[in-house]
């Protein structure tokens, strides 16, 4: 069972946690939580190690920021014995959590649960915090923002145990819901589709973690903190596709409005020019999203549009300043008032038209499209980000979502 900030933002949220793992307990599982740091926590050690120096050293800044989660578990294990439920907390280091040395964004590599297991003997529970662990060199580590869903992943994975992600919403949507008042809630959803989901924008589950439970096919549930302990709802259920009876054709809208554009004019048309672009920005880490280069009409010059995380882009627009002896062009360009809508549906791979009813939905309601990309299971599109709300309702109207 794992809970986010704002299941535990204060003492009487601890208390319904500890409410919801006793009955839980009650029913004789067993169980290991982890838990985040209390809502804006994380926020408040980021901005005092910025306070205090303007580059922190690595390895100081995850003791400083991986202490919020240190409270939660001590409180939430303090709860737990107030309620009669037998508990005891697990630091990172502790049990251990063993990751990569990379300060800020290790990878879990090993779960050792022995101490969990042991303490199941004696129908104990253990409390983990998340987003830390413990580096080859025997100093802590944290996994990167949003790590504490990755956290319970690979402590799942380690007991081939469900995963039960507990949030402030009551699982997982077609869209948006504050977006589009009629989305509709889904029982079950693909590894697939949920991965393709929180890179493209959906904010319920990290990325990392939903990756961590396809590989190991740990079941993700997401289910609402806030619900009555006595009466816990369903939720949603994310697991394998071969799991789903029915395949919808497009299960959900996603869309980010944190996305910016580049476009490069007059760039050279000749081999290995596109690798010196993105090897300027990988060599920057910098992810790059969708691409579209022009066909040259001359044979010589061709346009290169793609975009990057909006957070990105000065450090994009910088490297590729750098690069400019080896990256030739006429003029760059860069925007970041665009958005990226997506369909995502496992049931594209057997049916025709997704795209063009895509295309026409967006056509008859005016929206211009910019950029498109697909996979298997995806089409995207990058539009003016004013027109983001108006996109997502016409898509969720033109495929069915709500009556689906």
């Given at each position: 069972?794992?809970?986010?900030?704002?299941?535990?933002?204060?003492?009487?949220?601890?208390?319904?946690?500890?409410?919801?793992?006793?009955?839980?307990?009650?029913?004789?599982?067993?169980?290991?939580?982890?838990?985040?740091?209390?809502?804006?926590?994380?926020?408040?050690?980021?901005?005092?190690?910025?306070?205090?120096?303007?580059?922190?050293?690595?390895?100081?800044?995850?003791?400083?920021?991986?202490?919020?989660?240190?409270?939660?578990?001590?409180?939430?294990?303090?709860?737990?014995?107030?309620?009669?439920?037998?508990?005891?907390?697990?630091?990172?280091?502790?049990?251990?959590?063993?990751?990569?040395?990379?300060?800020?964004?290790?990878?879990?590599?090993?779960?050792?649960?022995?101490?969990?297991?042991?303490?199941?003997?004696?129908?104990?529970?253990?409390?983990?915090?998340?987003?830390?662990?413990?580096?080859?060199?025997?100093?802590?580590?944290?996994?990167?923002?949003?790590?504490?869903?990755?956290?319970?992943?690979?402590?799942?994975?380690?007991?081939?145990?469900?995963?039960?992600?507990?949030?402030?919403?009551?699982?997982?949507?077609?869209?948006?819901?504050?977006?589009?008042?009629?989305?509709?809630?889904?029982?079950?959803?693909?590894?697939?589709?949920?991965?393709?989901?929180?890179?493209?924008?959906?904010?319920?589950?990290?990325?990392?973690?939903?990756?961590?439970?396809?590989?190991?096919?740990?079941?993700?549930?997401v289910v609402l903190s806030f619900a009555d302990p006595a009466r816990p709802e369903p939720g949603t259920l994310v697991c394998s596709e071969d799991e789903i009876v029915e395949k919808q054709v497009v299960t959900g809208i996603a869309y980010s409005r944190d996305e910016a554009k580049i476009t490069l004019l007059g760039v050279a048309d000749e081999p290995g020019v596109a690798s010196r672009i993105f090897g300027a920005l990988a060599d920057a880490n910098i992810n790059v999203d969708m691409i579209v280069q022009n066909i040259s009409e001359d044979g010589q010059v061709t346009d290169l549009t793609f975009t990057v995380g909006k957070a990105d882009l000065e450090s994009a627009v910088e490297a590729l300043e750098k690069g400019k002896n080896s990256v030739k062009c006429r003029k760059l360009l860069s925007e970041t008032g665009v958005a990226k809508v997506s369909v995502i549906g496992i049931g594209m791979r057997s049916h025709a038209g997704v795209a063009r009813t895509m295309f026409e939905a967006l056509g008859k309601a005016g929206i211009n499209i910019q950029v498109i990309s697909t996979s298997e299971i995806k089409v995207s599109v990058l539009i003016d980000s004013k027109e983001t709300e108006r996109a997502v309702r016409a898509l969720h109207d033109a495929y069915g979502l709500e009556t689906a």
């Open positions: 069972m794992k809970f986010g900030g704002t299941s535990v933002a204060d003492i009487d949220c601890i208390r319904n946690v500890a409410a919801h793992i006793k009955r839980e307990w009650d029913a004789g599982k067993e169980i290991a939580v982890v838990v985040s740091a209390m809502a804006g926590e994380t926020n408040r050690l980021v901005a005092l190690t910025a306070e205090n120096v303007v580059r922190p050293d690595p390895a100081e800044y995850d003791a400083v920021v991986a202490a919020g989660e240190q409270v939660s578990m001590g409180l939430l294990a303090m709860a737990l014995q107030a309620l009669g439920v037998p508990a005891r907390s697990w630091a990172g280091w502790q049990l251990p959590i063993r990751t990569s040395p990379d300060h800020a964004k290790a990878r879990i590599t090993d779960v050792d649960t022995a101490g969990i297991e042991d303490g199941w003997a004696s129908r104990q529970v253990a409390v983990i915090p998340g987003f830390q662990g413990l580096g080859p060199d025997g100093r802590l580590t944290t996994l990167g923002r949003g790590g504490s869903d990755t956290s319970a992943v690979g402590i799942a994975a380690a007991l081939d145990a469900q995963c039960d992600i507990y949030t402030d919403v009551d699982g997982v949507y077609t869209t948006d819901p504050r977006m589009v008042p009629g989305a509709r809630k889904l029982e079950r959803i693909a590894y697939e589709e949920m991965l393709e989901l929180a890179s493209q924008g959906t904010k319920v589950l990290q990325t990392r973690s939903v990756e961590l439970a396809m590989v190991h096919g740990v079941p993700l549930r």
